[in-house]
């Protein structure tokens, strides 16, 4: 079976902004949110942070991530560590969930997903840094680890390791 790839070019996105009470106008937090067909048509939503200016490190961990193999439509499993520093921006988490969860319809190679991921979060939130790690459960027999990040950390930022050792039964 051959499930097409999908361009993985992506919407300028828009950041949450203040109304004239100081409330966010996002459109999925607080509200039910259908989940989106596909990666493209997913809202990755962004909120002003907070501490602007305070050099850290937030991260998501997705243990649960699920794609398509472009190829047979087979399932395709991962362990995805998200680590990045907030420059003006961060991300919102719902919208983040819920744009990882559009992946499970969607056709692409793992390290497409990966890459494509890391992506769309440095144009939605422009962070000082960002790394990814995804740990593909294997296929075949071999796992295939993708590691992706902006550059060099920023001097005096804490990036803990993601604490996924080397495939021998991951769980």
């Known amino acids: 079976m051959n499930v097409p790839v ?24 607080g509200r039910a949110t259908a989940a989106p067909a596909s990666p493209e048509a997913a809202v990755l939503e962004t909120v002003p942070n907070p ?9 998501f961990t997705a243990p649960e991530f699920t794609s398509l193999c472009p190829v047979t439509g087979q399932p395709d499993f991962a362990h995805l560590i ?10 919102e988490s719902k919208s983040l969930k819920l744009y990882l969860g559009s992946f499970r319809n969607h056709g692409a190679f793992h390290e497409d ?7 769309r979060i440095v144009a939605a939130a422009q962070p000082h ?20 990040q ?13 604490g996924v050792p080397a495939y021998r039964g991951r769980g």
Do not use: E, H, M
Request: glycine share 8%; hydrophobic share 40%; with cysteine.
């Open 82 to 91: 998200i680590d990045y520093a907030p420059a003006k921006k961060l991300i």
């Open 113 to 119: 997903c990966t890459v494509a991921i890391a992506r």
């Open 129 to 148: 840094w960002l790394r990814i790690a995804g740990y593909w459960y294997p296929r075949g027999g071999i796992p295939i680890d993708i590691f992706y």
């Open 6 to 29: 999908r361009n993985t070019s992506r919407k300028k996105q828009r950041p949450a902004k203040a109304k004239q009470d100081g409330a966010l106008s996002l459109s999925q937090l």
């Open 51 to 59: 501490q602007v200016g305070v050099l850290y490190l937030a991260r």
């Open 150 to 162: 902006t550059g060099a950390a920023p001097k005096g930022l804490w990036v803990p390791d993601t």
